[in-house]
């Protein structure tokens, strides 16, 4: 097997995340919006969307609009609505949405750096 095919079975492997959104569901059926990990893709598109004096809401709002999926991977938001995002949505929601993101993803990636040994620092080579 190619290397790239395991970078590739690596990514499709990983656990997606799935926030529950009640606020923007229907009564007694909260919106459940699917997270995949991070591609180095979309970091860099939310990167290029923010530009740099994004404000942290807008970065939020930015990851949203690349990072909210349904179930079967479609993106629920399109670039078009971030100003709509940024007027009306309710910054309480989407920064609980955002630390969750983070929480799931940026957390196991910090688990994963404490209990690497195999990693060979500067100072042995």
Known sequence: MRV???VKQHYQSQERL???VPE???PDKPLEIHIFPMTMAEAGLIQRMSGKKASPVENAVNSLI???RDKDGNRLFKVED???LLNYGDCRVILRINDEIERHFYQSVEQLK???DAIPSDATS
Do not use: H, L, R, Y
Request: zero cysteines; charged letters at 30%; aromatic letters at 6%.
């Open 4 to 6: 790239i095919d395991q």
């Open 18 to 20: 799935v926030v529950s």
């Open 24 to 26: 923007w569901g229907e």
């Open 66 to 68: 690349v990072k909210a």
């Open 82 to 84: 971030k100003t709509e």
């Open 114 to 116: 404490g209990n690497s």
